[in-house]
C-alpha cells in the first residue's frame, strides 16, 4: 500500500498534471489527493465517456492527461477510447479499478465486468498493468506507461485494487455558484435553412484564430467539404463527445472555440451540459444544429422537438444561450457569442437534409488531431 502523493507525485514530475474522471470507492484515495493537490487540475465528469473526451481534448492543448473510473464504467468509455482515442491516436493515462475481482467477493453487479476487465483492456488494445502498490514501484510503472503510449500514442491503464492506496482525506474548494444565464429568442418562424447554409455562414464569421470541433456524421463531413482549414477538428466516431472534447480545449486555451453538435448527439451526453455550466470555460460556444432526426442514418426522429437545448443550458450553468431559426438570427447570435463570457449556446434548428454532392474527410484522423494540435499551440 503507498500514499495517493507517492504516486500523484512522480505523476506530475513526468507531466502528467490534469486529471479527469468519475469516483469509485477503490479510487477515493488517488481522487482525494489529485483534488487536494493545488498543483494539479482535476475536472469530475458526468460519465466516464464524458472524462475521456474531455482528456482528450485537453491532451490537444499539449497536456498529459490521466482518466480515472470504476471498472462498471469501462462500458460507458468503449465508445470513445475505440472510436476517438484510436482513430486519432490520442494517448492517456487510463486508471480502473477491479470492482468484482475473481475470487474475491464484492456486489453482484460488479461480477461479469470484474470477470472480463482484463480482457476487455486487452480487446480494446489498451495494455495495462497492476497499479503501482509499492513506491518502489511507482516510477518504473510511469516509465513503461510512458514508454508505451509514446510508442503506440494510445491509451495505457492501470488497474487499481482494493487496498493498493491508502486515503489522506479531502480538501475541496466547491466551484462558484453563477447568476442566472441570460436567454435571447430570435426565432423568425421562417422556413427553416440547411445545414449547408449555415454552415456557409458560419464559415464567413467565425474568427481565424477559433478552434472548431464538428460532431460526427454530415455535420463534419458538409463542413470539410465546404472548406478543410487547420482549426477545424473533424470527429469520425465517438458520437456525443463533441462538447466534451470541446469543454477539454477550452479549459486549457485562450482561444475561442466553437462546438459544433447535433441534436442526436447532444442528447446522448447531457451530462456534459452541466459539466460545461460548472465548469464555465469562457470562450466555449456550443451551437447545436438540430434538424430533429439522425441524418446519416435514414432520417429516423430525435426527441429534440419536445425539448429545449437553450433552456437545458441556462438551468446548467451556462452564461447565455439564444434560440434561432433563421440565418439571420443565427449571425446575430454567432455575432454576440464571439464577443461575450461564456459558455454560450445557440440553439439553431434547420430544414433536414445534406449537401449533394457530399465529401468525406481525406485527410487522416492521426493528421487531423496532430495539426489540430499545433494549430491551438500558435501564438
Known sequence: MISASEFINPARDAGYDFYTGVPCSFLTPIINGVISDQRLDYVGAASEG???AIAAGTWLTGRKTVVMCQNSGLGNAVNPLTSLNHPFRIPTLFITTWRGQPGLGDEPQHQVMGDITERL????????????????????????????????SLPFAFIIKKGDVRNNGLTQTP????????????????????RQ????????????????????????????????????????????????????????????????DGDGAALMQMGTFATIGAYAPPGLVHVILDNGVHDSTGGQATVSAHMDFAQVALACGYAAAVSCDSLEGFERALKSAFHGGGPRLIHMRIAPGSMKPLGRPTVTPYDVARRFRDFLSED
Open 121 to 152: 483492456l486487452e480487446t480494446m488494445a489498451i495494455p495495462y498493468d497492476p497499479f503501482p502498490y509499492d513506491s518502489s514501484l511507482v516510477v518504473p510503472a510511469l516509465e513503461k506507461a510512458e514508454a508505451a503510449m509514446t510508442e503506440t
Open 197 to 260: 447554409q449555415v454552415l456557409e455562414r458560419f464559415l464567413a464569421l467565425v474568427p481565424e484564430k477559433a478552434g472548431i470541433i464538428t460532431t460526427t456524421g454530415k455535420c463534419t463531413r458538409e463542413l470539410f467539404t465546404l472548406d478543410d482549414r487547420e482549426q477545424h477538428f473533424y470527429q469520425v466516431g465517438s458520437m456525443g463527445c463533441a462538447a466534451s472534447m470541446g469543454l477539454g480545449v477550452a479549459l486549457h486555451t485562450e482561444r475561442p472555440v466553437a462546438v459544433l
Open 175 to 194: 466551484l462558484p455558484l453563477k447568476p442566472p444565464g441570460k436567454y435571447t429568442d430570435l426565432r423568425d418562424k421562417v422556413e427553416r435553412p440547411s
Open 50 to 52: 464524458e472524462a475521456v
